[in-house]
């Protein structure tokens, strides 16, 4: 959990969470502000986000919107049971987060036409898109970095039937103004997470108090984990919380940098 001034940030679901919390590969953040609706990041890949949500005392019937930061299983595979709670969420997501996903040959997506029915669909199509009062989203961050690119294992079936390399421009990333700085919270970062830092401080022209997410470095080398995680450092960001994808190596790196 993660508390700031205004903001309240609880860790639903990830990886590498303890008992008597339940963990899964998957990622989703609740978010509280003084005043304001509560808002959902993802929602992990099963019902644990809900299970740690009652834990821990967390109503989600006081969610209004949730955020899908891409179509992948593990963070919008929890939408079908929130189905259960008699309520119409709204779901914020880019269009290209319904398209099939694999990696390799498995199938990674989810099935979005047996859920759509129970949700109100709200599809993102500005650059930055504010949710409620300095709460944005935004995507397809420019690819700018060199060594911190799209894994090239992952496919997508476009809308003409093809497989082709997945762009990940259904990717959308959430920040949270908080007057002086700001949050800025990622699902996987596929897009890479020195290109999302980077856009992200062309676009709000604030210093990142708090970086929270994942970094998708589980699988890359050391020496490409090393020049991320340099370039992290480079961007004077007040606290990194890496979840999820980042892996053991960058967690451990970025640890020293806290």
């Not at 709204?90 to 949700?119: C, H, M, N, Q």
């Amino acid at each position: 959990m993660s508390q700031s001034y205004l903001t309240n940030i609880t860790i639903l679901c990830d990886d590498r969470l303890s008992f008597p919390l339940f963990s899964e590969h998957g990622f989703s953040v609740l978010i509280e502000r003084r005043g304001e609706e509560a808002l959902l990041f993802d929602t992990g890949g099963s019902d644990v986000f809900i299970k740690n949500a009652k834990i821990l005392g967390k109503d989600l019937t006081k969610v209004e919107n949730i955020v899908i930061s891409h179509g992948h299983y593990d963070h919008a595979g929890g939408l079908k049971y929130l189905a259960k709670f008699d309520k119409k969420y709204k779901v914020y997501l880019r269009r290209e987060a319904l398209l099939p996903k694999y990696s390799g040959d498995r199938f990674t997506g989810i099935d979005w036409d047996s859920i759509k029915k129970d949700f109100d669909f709200i599809f993102v199509e500005k650059d930055i898109e504010e949710l409620e009062k300095g709460i944005y989203i935004f995507g397809s961050s420019p690819l700018r970095s060199e060594f911190n690119s799209i894994d090239p294992n992952f496919y997508v079936i476009n809308e003409k039937g093809e497989k082709v390399k997945d762009k990940f421009e259904d990717e959308l990333s959430l920040v949270i103004d908080e007057g002086e700085g700001i949050i800025l919270i990622t699902g996987c970062a596929h897009r890479g997470i020195v290109n999302i830092v980077d856009d992200t401080l062309n676009k709000f022209n604030k210093r990142i108090n708090l970086l929270i997410g994942g970094f998708h470095l589980y699988k890359s080398s050391e020496e490409k984990v090393k020049k991320v995680v340099d370039s992290l450092k480079g961007f004077n960001i007040g606290k990194i919380l890496p979840y999820h994808c980042t892996g053991e190596i960058a967690i451990k790196l970025l640890d020293l940098h806290n």
